[in-house]
């Protein structure tokens, strides 16, 4: 039988130096304390001496280790700054955008109490069927429609003519019990009377059904336009009321010119249905008596 070998597994001769030199290291801390224990009681200058060598070899090991404990706290710290500042900014980027929403919020009620201000001054001097919103517009079509949120139980007729704050915005074609359809002036089928502001020429503004109006001179050759005249209904043959604005000149050409429509169903939220026109209609003289 093969002799059993008593060497423990894993017991190397590097791990017995170690060993060794750990109990070389204990052992002579243990002198050194008691040969400073022995110095201090003898000789206490000496014993100083010994302690401020010491210290000299030391100092720079200990000055180095200690900047590098300060810079790992300084980077600790540069760290922690950085995420705190993220978070911050995140908080003061959604501050933001929350004063963002309400500037917005408050500038658009703001922009609509003006236009429903002016809409309230018209209404109150001239007279008005019903105040609705304006809920769709048709933009990209041939045929310029919009639809009125109120019909006929708000009292909207066919032939009413509807305005918005800026000018005429078209005709009621279609009613329903809560809502109507306008025919806008933009639309090819739309002819309304108008007058030049700054003389009352008379013309005529039809739509051209690409959101613009043509402005013809009701005497061929005789009118001159230019761009920036303003032209408004003149309430000849009735249905439009006069004075309402309608368009201005952006180009022109002798007596025809391109216009602008002045009120954008696009850009309106309430308008004013107004109830048909009727100018007054001026009495026939009395026939003179034959002379006897």
């Known amino acids: 039988m093969p002799p059993q070998n008593k060497r423990r597994p894993g017991f190397s001769r590097k791990a017995q130096y170690g060993l060794f030199a750990s109990y070389v290291v204990a052992v002579t801390g243990a002198l050194v304390a008691l040969l400073f224990l022995i110095t201090a009681r003898i000789d206490p200058r ?22 590098v404990v300060r810079g790992m706290g300084w980077a600790g710290t540069s760290v922690s700054d950085y995420f705190d500042a993220a978070n911050k900014n995140a908080a003061m980027r959604r501050e933001l955008d929350g004063a963002r929403e309400k500037l917005i919020a408050a500038r658009s009620a703001e922009y609509e109490n003006r236009r429903l201000k002016r809409l309230l001054a018209i209404s109150e001097n001239s007279p008005t069927i019903t105040a609705a919103r304006l809920v769709s517009s048709s933009a990209s079509s041939t045929r310029r429609f919009a639809i009125l949120n109120a019909g006929s139980l708000s009292g909207v007729r066919h032939g009413q003519p509807v305005r918005g704050p800026s000018g005429l915005v078209g005709t009621v074609v279609e009613v329903g019990l809560a809502s109507a359809r306008v025919l806008l002036i933009t639309d090819a089928g739309t002819v309304v009377p108008v007058i030049r502001v700054s003389d009352g020429l008379p013309a005529i503004a039809a739509g051209t059904g690409d959101g613009y109006l043509e402005i013809r001179g009701l005497n061929a050759g005789a009118n001159i336009f230019k761009a ?49 026109y009727q100018p007054l209609a001026i009495p026939a003289p009395a026939p003179e008596e034959p002379e006897e």
């Open 228 to 276: 920036g005249d303003i032209f408004v209904t003149s309430g000849t043959g009735g249905v439009y009321p006069p004075q309402i604005p309608v368009g201005i000149a952006i180009r022109a050409s002798g007596d025809v010119a391109s216009a602008r429509p002045l009120a954008d169903p696009a850009k309106l939220d309430f308008a004013l249905v107004q109830p048909q």
């Open 46 to 67: 000496g014993n100083n001496a010994v302690r401020a060598a010491i210290s000299d070899v030391t100092s720079p090991i200990s000055s180095a280790f200690r900047s």
